[in-house]
């Protein structure tokens, strides 16, 4: 697996596992959007308490994997982008979900998550 920023392995881990966490990982102020969402589908989230109560609710996936396909990182911008295979199981019907994701994350200048871009197929979710 290719080494991910710290911060986006403790996003990953955070929503998968223990929203509370993302309190630690995520400027007050941060966004998190989804420009593939369509329909219903959330599409941006803003401000850290919001994330956590999205994230907190119920698991439409467990048993979560990640591998590293590439990343390219511009520390002078805190620019980390991440191409990402995951794998997980849907909670209700047993069945395998298999996803590919290109994420773009800025940090503050505190190495806070400010802005979090994820791309996926959303005819898989």
Same mark, same amino acid.
């Given at each position: 697996?290719?080494?991910? &920023?710290?911060?986006? $392995?403790? &996003?990953?881990? %955070?929503?998968?596992?223990? %929203?509370?966490? *993302?309190? /630690? *990982? @995520?400027?007050?102020?941060?966004? *998190?959007?989804?420009? +593939? ?8 989230? /803003? !401000?850290? /308490?919001?994330?956590? %109560? +999205?994230?907190? !609710? =119920?698991?439409? @996936? !467990?048993? @979560? ?14 620019? +980390?982008?991440?191409?990402? &295979? %995951? $794998? =997980? /199981? ?9 996803q590919d994701y290109v994420i773009w994350m800025t940090l503050d200048e ?5 802005? @979090?871009?994820e791309y996926w197929d959303k005819d898989r979710v």
């Amino acid at each position: 697996m290719v080494d991910l &920023h710290p911060a986006m $392995t403790g &996003h990953l881990e %955070a929503v998968t596992q223990d %929203a509370e966490r *993302l309190r /630690e *990982l @995520w400027a007050p102020d941060g966004v *998190l959007e989804f420009p +593939y969402a369509s329909g219903e589908m959330t599409s941006r989230i /803003e !401000g850290v /308490e919001r994330l956590v %109560a +999205y994230f907190g !609710g =119920a698991r439409r @996936w !467990g048993g @979560w994997t990640f591998e590293g396909v590439r990343t390219v990182e511009d520390p002078a911008r805190r620019l +980390y982008v991440a191409e990402l &295979h %995951a $794998t =997980a /199981e849907w909670v209700e019907t047993g069945k395998p979900y298999v996803q590919d994701y290109v994420i773009w994350m800025t940090l503050d200048e505190d190495g806070r998550i400010q802005s @979090w871009r994820e791309y996926w197929d959303k005819d898989r979710v």
